[in-house]
């Protein structure tokens, strides 16, 4: 059943009203009739509707009844990614969205090879919420992750100094993330943070470690940037949160 999100606004008591470019979709793409099934999420939660008629700016849906189980996790994972270059993030954004993660956060570090002005950054954020809302509805997600804009290490680390962070590092060789994992009681949230294509520089070790981060390693082979962040995610979420859970 196709899933489509839709902001609280868009409602009027049984019904449901869909805008945008999903209007377009559901006619010209998907070939959708009335009475025919979709699933709408609003405000976290899901909805299998039916559709009560087709306009040229807008699909009205007959609300059926209120999905009773989330489809979200229970831990809140916040992704704290290096730029990567070339279209790396937008693979790093759809995968982790699979995953459950809960927002994005890309950060420039001192190794970062992209640098983005303010004029590429809008376009960039307008693409990574459309790859991120695609990968929701495809994953069945209940809430749509938040991007938030770009920012440098330093300022990423602003009031995180009580929150569960873990850094893999390809200088660790003591403690391994299974480990680590393994020793924590229950949590509902942790920050992940990822280097870039030539890793963190010490001081930028030093600083998270400073506000209490865990440097762990991911075992004896080194993982590119774009696949450390959904190994990372995919272990934590196995582990702490409700992947393998029915």
Same mark, same amino acid.
């Given at each position: 059943? /196709? @899933?489509? =999100?839709?902001?609280?606004?868009?409602?009027?008591?049984?019904?449901?009203?869909?805008?945008?470019?999903?209007?377009? /979709? !559901?006619?010209?793409?998907?070939?959708?009739?009335?009475?025919?099934?979709?699933? !709408?999420?609003? $405000?976290?939660?899901?909805?299998?509707?039916?559709? /009560?008629?087709?306009?040229? $700016?807008?699909?009205?849906?007959?609300?059926?009844?209120?999905? $009773?189980?989330?489809?979200? +996790?229970?831990?809140?994972?916040?992704?704290?990614?290096?730029?990567?270059? +070339?279209?790396?993030?937008?693979?790093?954004?759809?995968?982790?969205?699979?995953?459950?993660?809960? +927002?994005? /956060?890309?950060?420039?570090?001192?190794?970062?090879?992209?640098?983005? $002005?303010?004029?590429?950054?809008?376009?960039?954020?307008? @693409?990574?919420?459309?790859?991120?809302?695609?990968?929701?509805?495809?994953?069945? @997600?209940?809430?749509?992750?938040?991007?938030?804009?770009?920012? @440098?290490?330093?300022?990423?680390?602003?009031?995180?100094?009580?929150?569960?962070?873990?850094?893999?590092?390809?200088?660790?060789?003591? =403690?391994?993330?299974?480990?680590?994992?393994?020793?924590?009681?229950?949590?509902?949230?942790?920050?992940? =943070?990822?280097?870039?294509?030539?890793?963190?520089?010490?001081?930028?070790?030093?600083?998270?470690?400073?506000?209490?981060?865990?440097?762990?390693?991911?075992?004896?082979? !080194?993982?590119?940037?774009?696949?450390?962040?959904?190994?990372?995610?995919?272990?934590?979420?196995?582990?702490?949160?409700?992947?393998?859970?029915?």
């Amino acid at each position: 059943m /196709h @899933r489509f =999100f839709i902001k609280s606004a868009q409602n009027q008591s049984e019904q449901l009203i869909i805008t945008g470019q999903d209007v377009k /979709h !559901i006619k010209n793409v998907l070939r959708m009739k009335l009475d025919d099934k979709i699933e !709408i999420v609003k $405000d976290g939660n899901s909805y299998v509707c039916s559709i /009560h008629s087709i306009e040229n $700016d807008k699909v009205i849906v007959k609300i059926l009844f209120k999905n $009773d189980k989330s489809n979200e +996790s229970p831990l809140k994972i916040h992704l704290y990614q290096s730029l990567p270059k +070339s279209t790396k993030m937008e693979t790093i954004l759809q995968k982790c969205t699979e995953l459950g993660v809960f +927002s994005f /956060h890309p950060i420039i570090t001192e190794r970062s090879i992209v640098k983005i $002005d303010e004029k590429k950054e809008i376009k960039k954020l307008e @693409r990574w919420e459309s790859i991120v809302l695609e990968a929701a509805k495809q994953s069945k @997600r209940d809430l749509l992750p938040e991007i938030h804009p770009i920012q @440098r290490f330093k300022e990423a680390l602003n009031g995180l100094e009580n929150k569960l962070i873990i850094v893999p590092y390809e200088l660790e060789n003591n =403690f391994g993330i299974k480990d680590f994992l393994q020793s924590i009681n229950i949590i509902d949230e942790v920050c992940v =943070f990822i280097g870039p294509e030539g890793g963190f520089e010490e001081e930028e070790i030093d600083d998270l470690v400073e506000i209490g981060a865990q440097i762990v390693s991911l075992g004896p082979r !080194i993982l590119r940037t774009e696949t450390a962040g959904f190994i990372t995610c995919g272990v934590v979420q196995y582990e702490l949160g409700d992947i393998g859970v029915i």
